[in-house]
């Protein structure tokens, strides 16, 4: 760690983007950091999407949605199959419509932001470079904005945005005291947590950061936990002490 400015710098294998910043005024932690660029490989199959825009994704997903919903409802409560690979390839390819809508849904607010705003195309966006995510944690509130910079692909306009996209935030209630190691001083010892943790979920992994304050040292330690299958508590993995994305 580098204490730099207020901040503290976290390197990572000693590559730019593995790089981290943490910043502590009071109770308010602000960590930065670089995310990365969109994929858009799932979004390259929505028809129209160069002249509706966010519209054509959401026209696509919905329709996607109905879809495995709809022939897998029609099929199985009929008549099962007798041939169990043909029900099994039946049931394969609702569920794929169902999780390829779900998936275009996540797409809708990116899509909108890459509407041009001097030329008005939809879908106009290039990303021109990794994007700036920034993290607010305060007391009572928890923050993730992700900045992405843009050139339009048919005037050159250079533009950038800021939105939450569609991670969901939120606090949680502290739990009991633990034993934790302190990542500076080394010593061991029972902490009670500093604040609230935080709670970010992004296209179903939920990330969980709890934060103690070393009663030797006084530096804030941070634990990291993931789940990938819901919040539920016994899917929790411990991921250390890096809180990014």
């Not at 029609?74 to 779900?102: T, W």
Request: hydrophobic letters at 30%; aromatic letters at 12%.
């Amino acid at each position: 760690m580098i204490q730099n400015a207020g901040k503290i710098l976290i390197k990572n294998g000693g590559k730019k983007d593995k790089e981290y910043s943490i910043e502590w005024i009071q109770k308010t932690c602000t960590i930065e950091y670089k995310g990365k660029m969109k994929d858009r490989g799932i979004i390259k199959w929505v028809p129209f999407i160069n002249t509706l825009g966010k519209t054509a994704v959401q026209i696509s997903a919905w329709s996607s949605v109905i879809i495995g919903c709809f022939f897998g409802i029609c099929i199985f409560s009929e008549n099962l199959p007798e041939n169990l690979y043909l029900m099994l390839l039946i049931g394969s390819v609702c569920l794929f419509f169902f999780i390829f809508g779900l998936r275009l849904f996540s797409y809708v607010k990116y899509v909108k932001a890459t509407r041009c705003k001097i030329c008005n195309k939809n879908y106009a966006y290039e990303e021109t470079a990794n994007p700036d995510i920034k993290e607010v944690s305060t007391e009572n509130s928890y923050t993730v904005a992700i900045t992405r910079f843009w050139k339009c692909k048919y005037c050159g306009h250079i533009d950038s945005s800021e939105s939450s996209e569609n991670i969901g935030t939120r606090k949680e209630k502290m739990k009991k005291p633990k034993r934790i190691i302190c990542e500076k001083c080394e010593k061991s010892g029972i902490s009670h947590e500093y604040k609230k943790p935080d709670i970010k979920s992004n296209e179903s992994i939920f990330t969980r950061i709890r934060y103690y304050k070393c009663e030797y040292c006084r530096h804030i330690n941070i634990e990291v936990e993931k789940a990938y299958s819901g919040e539920d508590s016994s899917g929790w993995e411990s991921k250390g002490s890096d809180p990014r994305l």
